[in-house]
């Protein structure tokens, strides 16, 4: 494990020293108010962080930044699966929280409704920030959203099955990935595995393969989209990748990493603190192109932080500050450290970058990232809904790539 890893209880220490002033945050309870009993004003903050240690982490670093600018504030956290549910909700009844968290595929949608302010009305600096993440946060032309840490796909690695397979480093190319995965397809693991769930959260890995390849969400039945459906199809006949990844989602894929059940993955950083503290021999990649020289684009991942329309200019004003503290260098290092994901500040990403070899591929994939709803905005879903169900027509044989994706696409 590296030194800048922690495991649980260190992370919230570990928030509370980087903090400029501390106010401790109780986490048994599910919000709480900073300590200024004096203060002007209180501000709601919502997110989606309802496990440990990133729950009181993220406590902390809300508390530390309204301190900063002289507020107290409440926080509360709801499940990741009803945030969407609970905002459209709030929104019709204009009960929305000062600072809202989302998902960044999210930001779009609810910018759309009205619901969110542009970040520029409080003069946030978005200065030396990944343009990925600028393009994330953006919808029509405004910034409505920032990420102060940012995560991608890349490939996690066995490597002892790798020296046993006589395979020397990880592959570069479609041809060697799919060499590769076929040596190291025994009775006892897989050579290779992705999530291919039918979900939207899912639909994202095969992203690299199709963005990096040249196919393009605006046209799913393209000759580059169905060359990158046709290439996972391959690993499926050669029996490199089990059919069992329809019913995986990221998470399922990982535990089956660890477990030493496959060989290679696609996934996320925010597997390396585990991973770092298991027994595995392990490292991490960039994701393989079909041929060399291709730019590897991988989708972007993260929690961006908003601004809504509450109607409350002095709130709003407040809410403003606290978004921009939330993403300054320092918080963003450290909510890095407790997450695995990456600054979105590119200087402090390369600090993290330097500080550990199983991070440093994540930072290069992020610069080359793209945002899911660039190009379709807050039509992205469908787009998302027609990949994965793609996916399940071709990978369980019910139909070719081609017509896998034309089908979907009908649906």
């Known amino acids: 494990m590296t030194q800048r890893r922690v495991m649980a209880a260190g992370a919230v220490a570990l928030a509370a020293a980087l903090a400029v002033s501390a ?5 048994s309870n599910s919000s709480a108010t900073a300590s200024n009993s004096t203060a002007k004003l209180s501000l709601s903050v919502e997110d989606y962080h309802t496990n440990e240690p990133l729950k009181s982490a ?8 309204a301190a900063s600018i002289g507020v107290s504030v409440n926080y509360s956290h709801v499940p990741g699966n009803n945030l969407i549910a609970k905002v459209l909700q709030q929104a019709s009844s204009k009960t929305m929280p000062d600072v809202l968290m989302l998902d960044n595929p999210d930001v779009a949608r609810i910018a759309a ?17 990944t343009p990925s993440v600028i393009e994330a946060g953006t919808y029509e032309g405004k910034l409505y959203g920032l990420a102060p840490t940012v995560n991608t796909l890349g490939i ?10 006589g395979i020397s480093s990880p592959p570069t190319t479609w041809d060697e990935l799919r060499a590769d995965a076929k040596k190291l397809t025994t009775a006892d693991h897989a050579g290779f595995a992705l999530g291919a769930y039918p979900d939207e959260g899912d639909a994202w890995s095969f992203l690299p393969f199709m963005w990096s390849n040249g196919g393009d969400e605006t046209d799913l039945t393209g000759a580059a ?35 030493g059940k496959v060989a290679m993955m696609i996934n996320g950083p925010w597997n390396i603190a585990g991973f770092e503290a298991s027994k595995l021999n392990w490292g991490t990649a960039s994701v393989p192109t079909r041929v060399a020289g291709q730019t590897v684009q991988s989708p972007l991942g993260g929690e961006a932080y908003t601004v809504p329309n ?38 402090a990403a390369q600090t993290v970058g330097s500080e550990d070899a199983n991070v440093e591929p994540f930072v290069g994939l992020v610069a080359t990232a793209r945002a899911r709803t660039a190009k379709l905005g807050v039509e992205w879903p469908a787009a998302a809904k027609a990949i994965y169900t793609a996916e399940g027509l071709a990978f369980t044989g019910k139909a070719s790539a081609s017509d896998a994706l034309a089908q979907a696409l009908k649906q």
């Open 113 to 129: 409704t009205g619901g969110l302010t542009p970040l520029s009305d409080y003069g946030i600096s978005t200065e030396g920030v």
């Open 310 to 347: 509450t109607g409350d200019s002095a709130k709003m004003n407040a809410a403003g500050k606290l978004v921009a503290c939330i993403n300054t260098s320092e918080n963003e290092l450290t909510i890095s450290k407790l997450t695995g994901n990456i600054p979105s500040i590119t200087t």
């Open 156 to 165: 996690f690695y066995n490597k002892d099955m790798f020296a046993e397979a």
């Open 58 to 65: 993220m406590e902390g670093v809300y508390e530390t930044c």
């Open 23 to 27: 106010c401790s945050a109780t986490a």
């Open 225 to 259: 989209t169905v060359q990158a459906l046709q290439f996972l199809v391959d690993l499926l006949g050669d029996k490199s990748m089990p059919v069992s990844v329809v019913n995986w989602q990221q998470g399922d894929v990982a535990t089956q990493f660890a477990n």
